[in-house]
């Protein structure tokens, strides 16, 4: 796909005539950066509008080997460059779908609340394609109510672990837990399409090595529920116990 499709789509994706300040959350992030750690991880301030980024963090270059300066000079053009050609589609089909459910979907009073995952392959200085799960929380909407200046954090992964292109998009409820709304895959599947999205809480609290009472409390539902569910995802999954399924999903914990 040439840079002008990406562009044209990225920019259709996110079409908007507000032009929101950022300064105060560029301070805010510069004085968190400089007392983080040098890890696998790395964020940015991402601009849609301007199809720049407004801030990239120190880990940057530790994480991909890579100029933070280069990312900040030729921005998104640059970043979409170095994404797998086979993962641009999936990439765009993520968003676009993203996008359209934040905007039929969740309430505008709502969305602040929003926490969007997807994944890709990115090529880093030593030219190998390294895996990256990015995970987006939106800090400025327009008019519409469309989110398009998001805080991103990316966790780099190694190239030989294989991963799903997929996408999700979860809400803080009123437990002030994450709730998956939306899930999908843009390749072979992760989870079998007819998994809910409350077996997918399910699943994404067995992980954390709750039991099916701690469960209930979260959820808000009785434990003989959560115990259907979990009979029921095993049966759906095709596999024999809880541990096989949290084994199974423990490296892809961020994308259930």
């Given at each position: 796909?040439?840079?002008?499709e990406v562009?044209?789509?990225?920019?259709?994706i996110?079409?908007?005539?507000d032009?929101?300040?950022?300064?105060?959350?560029?301070?805010k992030?510069?004085?968190?950066?400089?007392?983080?750690?040098?890890s696998?991880?790395?964020?940015?301030?991402?601009?849609t509008q301007s199809l720049?980024?407004?801030?990239?963090?120190?880990n940057f270059k530790?994480?991909?080997g890579?100029?933070?300066?280069?990312?900040?000079?030729?921005?998104?053009?640059?970043f979409?460059?170095?994404i797998?050609?086979?993962?641009?589609?999936k990439?765009?089909?993520a968003?676009?779908e993203?996008?359209?459910?934040?905007?039929?979907n969740i309430?505008?009073?709502?969305?602040?609340?929003?926490?969007?995952?997807?994944n890709y392959?990115?090529?880093?200085?030593?030219?190998?394609?390294v895996?990256?799960?990015q995970?987006?929380?939106?800090l400025a909407f327009?008019?519409?109510?469309?989110p398009?200046?998001g805080?991103?954090?990316y966790?780099?992964?190694?190239?030989?672990?294989k991963?799903?292109?997929?996408?999700?998009?979860k809400?803080?409820?009123?437990?002030?837990?994450y709730?998956?709304?939306?899930?999908?895959?843009?390749?072979?599947?992760?989870?079998?399409?007819?998994?809910?999205h409350?077996?997918?809480?399910v699943i994404?609290?067995?992980?954390?090595?709750?039991?099916?009472?701690?469960?209930?409390?979260r959820?808000n539902?009785?434990?003989?529920t959560v115990?259907?569910?979990?009979?029921?995802?095993?049966?759906?999954?095709?596999?024999?116990?809880?541990?096989?399924l949290?084994?199974?999903?423990m490296?892809?914990?961020?994308?259930?």
């Amino acid at each position: 796909m040439k840079y002008k499709e990406v562009k044209d789509l990225y920019k259709l994706i996110f079409k908007s005539y507000d032009k929101p300040s950022l300064e105060a959350h560029i301070k805010k992030i510069i004085e968190l950066d400089f007392y983080l750690p040098y890890s696998s991880t790395f964020f940015c301030i991402t601009n849609t509008q301007s199809l720049t980024f407004e801030y990239v963090s120190k880990n940057f270059k530790s994480c991909l080997g890579l100029e933070s300066e280069i990312l900040k000079t030729q921005g998104m053009r640059y970043f979409w460059s170095r994404i797998h050609p086979e993962d641009l589609d999936k990439w765009l089909a993520a968003l676009n779908e993203l996008m359209e459910f934040t905007l039929n979907n969740i309430n505008s009073k709502d969305r602040s609340k929003a926490n969007y995952t997807w994944n890709y392959r990115f090529k880093n200085s030593e030219d190998k394609y390294v895996n990256i799960i990015q995970n987006t929380t939106p800090l400025a909407f327009d008019k519409t109510g469309k989110p398009i200046i998001g805080l991103a954090h990316y966790t780099v992964l190694h190239e030989d672990i294989k991963m799903d292109i997929s996408a999700s998009a979860k809400i803080l409820n009123s437990n002030d837990e994450y709730e998956t709304i939306f899930f999908n895959s843009y390749s072979q599947k992760l989870l079998s399409a007819g998994i809910s999205h409350r077996e997918r809480d399910v699943i994404r609290l067995l992980v954390q090595d709750l039991s099916s009472k701690q469960i209930s409390n979260r959820l808000n539902i009785s434990s003989h529920t959560v115990d259907t569910h979990r009979r029921n995802i095993l049966k759906k999954l095709n596999i024999s116990s809880t541990g096989e399924l949290v084994g199974m999903l423990m490296i892809n914990k961020n994308m259930i």
